[in-house]
Structures are given as structure tokens and as C-alpha cells.
């Protein structure tokens, strides 16, 4: 089948104002992800069409855009899924500057998630030749949130961080829960004190855009809202 | 502009950034990759890390060590595996400590789970009578690259690495057989940055991007070996390419060892498990090269199920572990299947096909990631490898499943350590005053050109035909065509052209350089499986169909030579107490 495909372009070395270009793409089928009717666009119709892409299976967490509106993964995205009646809008990942194309500069993403200590913090030394017991049960606590793939796609369409750019975003605060709740971890109280300021968890307003957004089904919201409960646990 | 540092490190997957962790602070260490580090290809790997923790049953390093000898096909350099298997147990309790997140057995320890090819002697008392299969990979779920690639990376952050991310290395600074630094470009602005460093250290990882089916990320082009082998110094045992048994039909998308390993069973289009006659006690936990010939010789003999396009698959059943097994081991894996096929492996089983999957070969090094200078074992200054661009050895003609993690952190670590013992005696050499010259103008030649070939159908072409004629079985007239093939890309890649002019993160020129870099490993690998005359491991040849040990107990090394054929050399495989012997599961 033939699809209609309408893109936001900007390079600054050429344009002084983004724009949106057609493209009619040619004998693709359902099956196909977005990210190959990008491929074929990029290897078929213009080479100068510019994003990130890596995995092409939904673990790398590269080509994070807006599709219709929503932010998506373009490798985790079949065009059976998508109404291709109409003409599919895809455009970089909103509030984030753009470099190019859909190519998004992510530095302001990444320095967040840095500010919230995303190692493991101890005092206490490990046993010399053995592992740290934790129970199974215990382990699994963390898998939801250690499956995150930073790609931004929640933290960019959280409304809290349109309105305010210092807000620390569904991403870095979902890597503080995998930290918190830890067993292993140490460093609980430091990062509840970053979450507990007008920047941090507060600005959560339970929107859901977060758990729309991500593409590894995360319920990022929940986590939040334990996080939420245990700064207040901590106060009384 | 140029740019000093005591250590490079290029790439930032799992060896890279285990080596960046080891460089002490009092270091100046730079981590270069043309990915930001957690888009690394290492986050993929799925079922597993093993190492003989005896946290499920009995198991012993030396168990580890002969099933590694063992797959290997007795390539591999039995030195060096008794190395990384006896070390093994460290670097998981090391990766624990860092903070990775592991599945845990009944009292709180690691899990353990079976996978391909790793066994134990039935009778402890007879060591080299009868195997049966021994949980040995730890595991997190199905996402064990993913936490290890996501520990590696925070541990990086909190020792404050300093990293170059999108930046693409084009040429290693090579004189009088010392490696001086790299020459990069940073993909945002096309800047040319020159890299001044005592020791630089490659980890960036494969190239199964040569293949049409891969299992690889679109990063895997191979540039850290190409760098070497563009730089003079030689490829080894580049003919031994893994294709593994379970890639997503058409997608080759992973299907993780692990879903094997939980039970998994593959059929053939009567329902039959044909597994049981190519390895009657161990089925369908066969090492990788063997199931994935397997499954190639159902399609061929007509028991393969034709799919919609032309194409032919064969089945994994997951259907008999039930829902609760497959959501909790398997959520990943079984996640691909309903996204990209449609299928629900709970109630049906899942079309796959052999993927090309994993690298053996590549620059090769001695245990402290030392990059050879040649078969005789003298080593480059200042050059390390680390990963699966190197070839210590460890995999020989077929890599275990979870010995590539394995091999990340023990060979990252060493390299980090090999490097900080040099660091204390070395210092910086002089640049030659047109170091950067040659990038400038490769990148120049690319930009200006209006040749009138694409990069992608030269891609394209070069993928479908090592897929055909250098996959899972070769032949002599294959390789031959193989070669000539070879021979004509590289007379189009002069004439192709970079449509994109811009400076701004131009993909279209990172397209054509990664192209070069793919010509070059395909040169290495086609070059190396026409001259090999056996079959060993992944390198099946038709026309050789037995294994040699008369004349091939020995690793191929690959010289590149200006406009010529490759020149190839050998060296002899370093056996220690494991003698070959024929090798049946």
C-alpha cells in the first residue's frame, strides 16, 4: 500500500524556522514499524531526513518521536496500529530543543536523571565473596522500574515539564524508586530530600500522560505515587 | 582541535564502560562512542551471564572451562578460557555489588538457569563420560544486558567518567607500530577532533550488520575493527560468525537461549522436536551452531512452514510452561512475538529462523586486551580491545550463550587493569603534524562527491549476499562469487555520494563511512571461510564437511593490503588439558 507521511524538518544549517514536508511512500505494508517507513524514506526519497535509531526493537530506547500526537517509539510502532488513511504526523519529541530533523538535544533529560544519585549508594561493605542476599520477591519490586529505557518518551509529554523546565520529570524520579527500594541501597533519605523540593515529586499531578507515553508499559504513575507516600510516611 | 587524555576508551556498551570504571581518578579517561552509552548494543543481550556459582546445583569453573573448550569447537585458546571461567565467579559477585539487579533463587542468592551447551558430568566421578545440562547463567528476567548495561553506565556517572557521546572515531593515530590517540568527528557539528592519548582502548562491539537477518542493532557496523584493520594491523578468525537458532521470522529480532533454556521446544512443520536426532541428550539445548544448522536442514529438506512472503521459519513452543512462566521469565522476548508478529506464545508457538547474531573473530589480544601486532603474539603499544570487537581467544568457532556478557566485564576489567599498569611508565608521544589529514580528506572526498551510487543499495546488496553465499553453509563457488561481489561494492563505494551537505548531524555521512567499515569486515570474513578448508564451529563448509585438526588447529589472521586480496597468516591454538575430541551433545 502507498502512505501519506508528513514530517517536521529543520536543519538550522539551511532553515530558520521548522516546516513540515509530505512524503507519499510507496509499497510499504502493515506489518512494517514507522521506523522502517523512516528507513525507506531516509534510503529512498531523502538521505538528508535525520533521526536516532539503534536497536530497532524497543531495548535501546533511541528513536523516542511524536506520532499523531503521541509519543512513541518508531521501532515499537507497526502501521497496522496507526490510522493510515490519514497522513501520519510525526514530530521530534516535544519541549526538548531540536538539532535536527527529529533529532532532539537531550542533555537537559539526562542531567536530571543524573541529579538523583542513579548509582547504588552504600555504607555498609558487601560480604568479600559472595553476593548481597535479597529475596526474590524483593527483586522483582525493582524490575517494573528497572526496565526504563530512558527515552524520554514520559517525561517529555508531562504537561509539569511544559511548564516548567526545572521539573525532574517521570523518567529521573521512576530511576529514584528503582534506587529507594532497594534492599541493597543506602541512599534512600539523600534522595527523598532531592524529590521533597518544589522541583521534584510535588510537581506530579497525576496526569497519566507518563504511563501513555512509555513504550515498556510502565506504571509510572504508581511509582510515583509510592514515592509520594513514603516522603509523607517519612514527615509524620 | 586536540584534544589530551591518559586513556580513550571507543565505545561505551559493556567492556567500555567497565574498562572506564577501572581507570583510577588521578587518570584523565575519555569514554567516545557514536551512540550515547545506553543505546549500546549490550542492553539487548536477554537470558543471561554465566559463571559457576553453584547456587542451584554443584557446578566447578573447570565444568565451564571444558563446555567453553567444548563449543568453542577447540578453537579457542584454552589459556585464555580458563581465564575468563575461573574469573567468572568474581565479576558476577562484582556486578551483584555494583548494584545489578538479578532474579534470586529460595535463600536470597543469584538464580541460575540452563542454556545451551552448558553441562556437567552426570558422575562427578567420571569427568569425561556422560554431560547433562547445569543451570550456570544468572539472569534478570529477560532483560539481563539491559540491567547490566543500565549498572555499568550509573557506575560510570558516579565515578564521573567523561564522556563523547555521537561522536564518531574515523582513524586510529598510528606510528612506528605505537597507537598515539584517535582522530573523531563529533556528529552534531562535523568538528574533527583529534584524541591525544597514552592508551586507547576499542570495545565498539560487532558487525552483524554485514547480514540481511540480524539479531544486531544498526550501530553493529564493525568500525573498531575496521579502524584496525584499515590501520595495517590484522583481523582474526573472522569466518566464525554465529548465527543463532532463534531469531524472529523475517525480523531476526533475538529470541533469547532463555526461552530454551525455561523449556522451550522447537518444531519442524509435522510437529516433530527434530532436535532429538541432531543432539539426542542435550536437544534443544545444542550449542547455537549446531541447532541453527539444524533448523536450516528441516527448510532445506521441505519440513520448514512457508510464510506469507516466500520466506521459510520452523517453530519455538512455549505453550506447555504455561502463562505464568512466560510472563515472569520471559516478558520480553514474548512481548517481540505480539508486537511484531502477532503471536501470543502463551497459546501459540512462535515462527523463528537462525539470525546472524555474534562475532568470534575480531582484533585480536592476549588476556590483558593487548592488541597483537601479528601471529607471532608481539603486541601494538599502547592498543587494547575489549568485547566482541576482540578475539582473545575465548569463543574460538562458536560462542557459548552467556559468555558474551561474561567476556564484557572479565576482558573489560583487564583491559582497565592492563592500561592503569602501563599508565604509571607511559607518556604522551609526539603527533605527527598531519594527524587528522587523512579523515579530513575521506570526509571531504564523501561530501563533495556526485557519484551516482547509494550507500544503501550497496549495503543492501552486500547484506543479501553474504547471507547467501557466507551464512550458515558455504561453499567453494559461493565464497567465489562471494568474493567478486566483494570486489565490484568496492569499486561502486568510490563512486558513491553523501546527498546530505549539511554539517548538522549528518547521518547520511555517518551512513557512508559505516558502509566502508562493513566492506572491510566482510573482506576479512569472506577472505578467511574461502581459505579455510574444514568445518569447525559456525564455519560450515559443505564441501569440507568434517573438522581438521591435522591442518586447522589454528586462528587465521588477515592482513588488509591496498587494492590486493587479504594476505593470511596463522597461528596455532594454545591447548592446555583439553585434547579434541569429536564433538557430539
Redesign the interface.
Known amino acids: 500500500m502507498d502512505i501519506q507521511v508528513k514530517i517536521l524538518r529543520y ?4 532553515n530558520s524556522e521548522p516546516y513540515y514536508q509530505d512524503f507519499n511512500v510507496k509499497g510499504v505494508s502493515e ?1 512494517w ?1 514507522l521506523l522502517d517507513v523512516l528507513h525507506e524514506i ?3 526519497y ?3 531526513l ?13 528513536d523516542g518521536m511524536k506520532v499523531n500526537g503521541r509519543n512513541r517509539l518508531a521501532c ?1 510502532l ?1 502501521l497496522k496500529y496507526i490510522n493510515t488513511k490519514k497522513p501520519i504526523v510525526i514530530e521530534p519529541l516535544p519541549f526538548l530543543p531540536i ?3 527529529l ?1 532532539v538535544d ?1 542533555s537537559s533529560f ?1 542531567n536530571k536523571y ?1 541529579v538523583i544519585k ?3 549508594i552504600t555504607n555498609t561493605p ?1 560480604p568479600p ?8 520477591e ?3 519490586k ?2 517494573e522500574s ?2 526504563c ?2 527515552c524520554a518518551c514520559c517525561t517529555t509529554s508531562c504537561p509539569s515539564t511544559w511548564t516548567n523546565e526545572n521539573y525532574l520529570g517521570p523518567a529521573a524520579m521512576l530511576k529514584a524508586y ?2 529507594i527500594n ?1 534492599t ?2 543506602e541512599g534512600a533519605d539523600e534522595r527523598l530530600d532531592i524529590l521533597d523540593t518544589p522541583d521534584g515529586i510535588w510537581r506530579c499531578h497525576t496526569i497519566f500522560n507518563c504511563i501513555e507515553a512509555c513504550p515498556k508499559e510502565i506504571n509510572i504513575t504508581w511509582h510515583l505515587s509510592q514515592l509520594k507516600k513514603r516522603i509523607s510516611s517519612r514527615e509524620m | 582541535m586536540i584534544k589530551k587524555f591518559d586513556v580513550v576508551i571507543v565505545g561505551a556498551g559493556g567492556a567500555g564502560l567497565r574498562a572506564a570504571v577501572e581507570i583510577p581518578d588521578e587518570y584523565s579517561c575519555a569514554v567516545i562512542s557514536k551512540v550515547f552509552p545506553t543505546r549500546s548494543h549490550t542492553g539487548t543481550a536477554q537470558g543471561g551471564v554465566c559463571a559457576a556459582l553453584s547456587n542451584m546445583e554443584d557446578d566447578s569453573w573447570e565444568n565451564h572451562a571444558f563446555d567453553t573448550v567444548k563449543g568453542s569447537d577447540y578453537l579457542g585458546d584454552q589459556d585464555s578460557i580458563e581465564v575468563m571461567c575461573k574469573d567468572a565467579i568474581r565479576a558476577i559477585m562484582e556486578l551483584e555489588h555494583m548494584g545489578m539487579p538479578f532474579s534470586r533463587n529460595e535463600d536470597g542468592k543469584i538464580a541460575q538457569r540452563q542454556f545451551g551447551g552448558h553441562t556437567k558430568p552426570a558422575d562427578m566421578n567420571d569427568p569425561y563420560g556422560k554431560r547433562v545440562s547445569v543451570k550456570r547463567a544468572c539472569y534478570s528476567a529477560d532483560r539481563t544486558g539491559h540491567v547490566m548495561l543500565q549498572t555499568l553506565y550509573e557506575n560510570s556517572i558516579k565515578n564521573q567518567v567523561t564522556f563523547f557521546s555521537e561522536y564518531f572515531v574515523t582513524e586510529l593515530l598510528m606510528e612506528d607500530g605505537v597507537c598515539k590517540g584517535v582522530v573523531a568527528f563529533d556528529i552534531a557539528t562535523s568538528e574533527l577532533h583529534i584524541f591525544q592519548a597514552k592508551a586507547v582502548l576499542i570495545a565498539t562491539g560487532g558487525y552483524g550488520r554485514v547480514f540481511r537477518i540480524t539479531s544486531n542493532s544498526h550501530a553493529g557496523t564493525g568500525d573498531g575493527m575496521a579502524l584496525v584493520y584499515k590501520a595495517g594491523l590484522p583481523l582474526e578468525d573472522m569466518e566464525f560468525f554465529q548465527f543463532h537458532p532463534t531469531g524472529l521470522w523475517k525480523l531476526g529480532i533475538l529470541v533469547s537461549e532463555a526461552a530454551r533454556g525455561e523449556g522451550g521446544i522447537l518444531k519442524n512443520k509435522d510437529g516433530e522436536r527434530f532436535m532429538i536426532r541432531y543432539a539426542p541428550t542435550v536437544m534443544d539445548l545444542a550449542p547455537r551452531d549446531m541447532v541453527s544448522r539444524a533448523i536450516i536442514t528441516e527448510i532445506r529438506e521441505g519440513r520448514g512452514i512457508r510464510g506469507s512472503d516466500g520466506t521459510d521459519y520452523v517453530l519455538l513452543d512455549l505453550t506447555h510452561l504455561g502463562k505464568e512462566v512466560i510472563d515472569d521469565k520471559l516478558p520480553e522476548i514474548t512481548g517481540f512475538a505480539r508486537t511484531y508478529l502477532g503471536v501470543e506464545p502463551t497459546t501459540d508457538p512462535i515462527p523463528i529462523q537462525p539470525t546472524a547474531h555474534y562475532a568470534m573473530g575480531g582484533i585480536p589480544t592476549n588476556v590483558n586486551c593487548e592488541v597483537l601486532l601479528n601471529e607471532d603474539g608481539d603486541i601494538v603499544r599502547g592498543l587494547y580491545a575489549a568485547g566482541e570487537c576482540a578475539c582473545v581467544s575465548v569463543h574460538g568457532g562458536n560462542r557459548l550463550g552467556t559468555n558474551s556478557l561474561l567476556d564484557l566485564v572479565v576482558f573489560g576489567r583487564r583491559g582497565g587493569k592492563a592500561i592503569h599498569e602501563f599508565l604509571k611508565t607511559a607518556s604522551f608521544g609526539e603527533l605527527n603534524e598531519h594527524a587528522g589529514r587523512d579523515t579530513n580528506e575521506t570526509i571531504k572526498n564523501l561530501m563533495d562527491s556526485n557519484g551516482n551510487e547509494k550507500i544503501s543499495n550497496i549495503r543492501t546488496e552486500l547484506q543479501n549476499s553474504m547471507m547467501e553465499d557466507c551464512g550458515v553453509f558455504r561453499t567453494d563457488e559461493g565464497l567465489r562469487k562471494m568474493i567478486s561481489k566483494l570486489k565490484e561494492l568496492r569499486e561502486r563505494y568510490k563512486n558513491i555520494a553523501v546527498q546530505d551537505k549539511s554539517r548538522v548531524f549528518n547521518t547520511d555521512l555517518v551512513e557512508a563511512l559505516e558502509l566502508e567499515n562493513l566492506l572491510l569486515t566482510a573482506e576479512a570474513t569472506v577472505y578467511g571461510a574461502y581459505a579455510r578448508h574444514e568445518s569447525r564451529g559456525a564455519h560450515t563448509r559443505e564441501d569440507f564437511p568434517v573438522r581438521d585438526d591435522q591442518n586447522w588447529m589454528k586462528h587465521t589472521f588477515a592482513f588488509r593490503k591496498e587494492e590486493q586480496d587479504p594476505e593470511l597468516k596463522f597461528k596455532p591454538v594454545v591447548v592446555t588439558r583439553y585434547q579434541p575430541m569429536e564433538r557430539k551433545y
Open positions: 536543519d538550522p544549517d539551511k506489518d514499524r531516509k534510503w529512498n531523502d538521505s538528508s535525520t533521526f536516532r535509531r539503534s536497536c530497532a526493537h524497543g531495548i535501546c530506547g533511541s515499537a507497526l538539532i535536527k530533523d533529532v537531550m539526562f543524573e542513579p548509582y547504588l558487601p565473596d559472595s553476593e548481597r542476599l535479597q529475596s526474590n524483593d527483586a522483582e525493582l524490575f528497572a526496565k529505557i530512558l528503582r534506587f532497594d541493597r541501597d
